[in-house]
């Protein structure tokens, strides 16, 4: 085995270990991510029912598909099968990273880059969770990586499959154009095979497009709007650089600059991912909801960047350190127990099945109860009319459940949220709850959690 080769498998090794770390969170319970939530059992019904069509189209449905398969080894939705798929698609992704470094810029900005996405916080992090990001991640590495090796048709491909990953997928079209400039017939056919790629792996977005737009525009416009969290946040710019900066640290400089250099030098590869990383950026910027999780296709083309210059690669590569540490410290977190699987397990034994409960978002799910979901806050959204003790009350709820990852955010805000602001103060008002939980920085993690009893 060449040295190149046994650096990118301590690297693929390095990238599973800090995945595997923390992977069976809070399971059974879906609390690493909400959207697993809407991800996995619909993933197990296609393996299950056949219900081929999720009838929900907020985002398209290659995750589905490679959910299932495990799921068919369950008898309920199973987050841990699912997390599996998830961090055998994020070392994938590290892979696919060395091989797009190497078709740009040699073995160098191959290691570079697999190393950046091996440790990048935000990568493994996702990578964890049964959520459509990493694939996307992965899906449009692929795709540059194909027009760079000149396979243009099979780009076009891997692009179909990016855009059914996540619909933004589809502006890994822009480096495969860029790849195929001049050569029209490889490129139309490069479209087709996107097309049809996209059309057998999301055939009900195609067969049930007017419902499937209303669901993308909805989605497109509470991104817009903003999201609860991010009310304070900086302008949109400065908002996803510090999202980048969180993934990378002090390595972000470094592609950034590499990145400069880039746009003078002008190789093919350089126009390649810089055409990518321009038409991206540019799609963040109406957006107001700034996740973390929306700079992840960046993640692997500013890596192989930062490799791109050969005497630079040794202090790219130092500077990992950085990421791979605060990628421990978060592994370590997951290493305690939610507080909300402790929440859990005392309204299993406290609460009577049949009483009726008032949840916030990202509590607990309350499988086989009645539960009042309230809606989560946010910019532009009118405040749910639920929240009030005396609306609760008289619809029959016993039982109030909150968490800090919804109130601490409003509270944070509380001029922008006066009506929820209200309705937590009015719990805390003279009563104590029936059950607390914090975490406590040793065994317990996650957000804290409250349970109120109303009186009857």
């Not at 490069?190 to 909805?218: E, K, M, N, Q």
């Not at 009042?372 to 709820?397: H, K, M, Q, T, W």
């Not at 949220?417 to 607390?436: I, V």
Request: aromatic share 8%; with cysteine.
């Amino acid at each position: 085995m060449t040295a190149h080769r046994a650096a990118l498998l301590a690297v693929l090794l390095l990238a599973g270990a800090l995945r595997l770390v923390g992977v069976r969170y809070g399971l059974p319970l879906p609390l690493l991510n909400p959207d697993e939530e809407s991800l996995v059992p619909r993933a197990f019904a296609l393996a299950h029912d056949g219900a081929a069509d999720p009838g929900w189209y907020d985002y398209p449905s290659l995750l589905f598909a490679l959910l299932a398969p495990l799921q068919l080894l369950a008898s309920e939705p199973s987050y841990g099968l699912a997390r599996a798929v998830a961090v055998a698609l994020g070392v994938a992704g590290v892979a696919a990273t060395w091989w797009l470094g190497r078709r740009a810029y040699g073995r160098g900005a191959g290691l570079v880059g697999a190393a950046a996405v091996a440790v990048a916080t935000t990568h493994v992090a996702y990578s964890r969770m049964a959520v459509t990001d990493v694939l996307l991640t992965l899906a449009i590495t692929c795709a540059v990586a194909l027009a760079l090796a000149g396979r243009i048709e099979w780009a076009g491909l891997a692009v179909g499959l990016a855009a059914s990953a996540k619909y933004p997928g589809a502006i890994a079209a822009v480096p495969v154009a860029v790849a195929g400039l001049g050569a029209w017939k490889r490129l139309g056919l490069a479209a087709l095979a996107a097309a049809a790629a996209f059309a057998l792996t999301s055939p009900f977005v195609v067969l049930h497009a007017g419902a499937a737009w209303a669901d993308i525009s909805r989605v497109q416009r509470l991104a817009r709007a903003g999201w609860l969290g991010f009310e304070d946040d900086p302008a949109t710019p400065l908002a996803y650089l510090d999202r980048l900066f969180d993934a990378f640290g002090p390595f972000l400089l470094v592609s950034l600059a590499c990145a400069g250099f880039a746009l003078v030098r002008r190789s093919k590869a350089d126009l390649v991912l810089l055409s990518f990383l321009a038409a991206y950026w540019l799609t963040l910027m109406p957006q107001q909801a700034h996740f973390d999780r929306y700079v992840l296709p960046l993640v692997p083309v500013l890596g192989v960047l930062a490799g791109s210059i050969r005497p630079v690669v040794p202090v790219a590569l130092a500077l990992l350190v950085v990421p791979l540490a605060w990628s421990v410290r978060d592994a370590r977190q997951l290493t305690r127990t939610d507080a909300r699987v402790r929440a859990n397990a005392w309204i299993a034994e406290h609460v009577p099945t049949r009483d009726l409960i008032a949840a916030d978002p990202s509590t607990l799910p309350l499988p086989g109860r009645p539960v009042v979901r309230l809606e989560l806050p946010g910019p532009g959204r009118r405040a749910d009319p639920r929240r009030n003790l005396d609306v609760l009350r008289r619809r029959g709820v016993r039982w109030v459940l909150i968490s800090g990852a919804v109130t601490d955010r409003v509270l944070a805000a509380a001029d922008r949220y006066p009506r929820e602001t209200s309705f937590y103060a009015s719990l805390g008002h003279g009563r104590r709850p029936a059950y607390a939980v914090f975490p406590d920085g040793e065994s317990v993690g996650g957000p804290w959690v409250r349970v109120y009893r109303l009186p009857g």
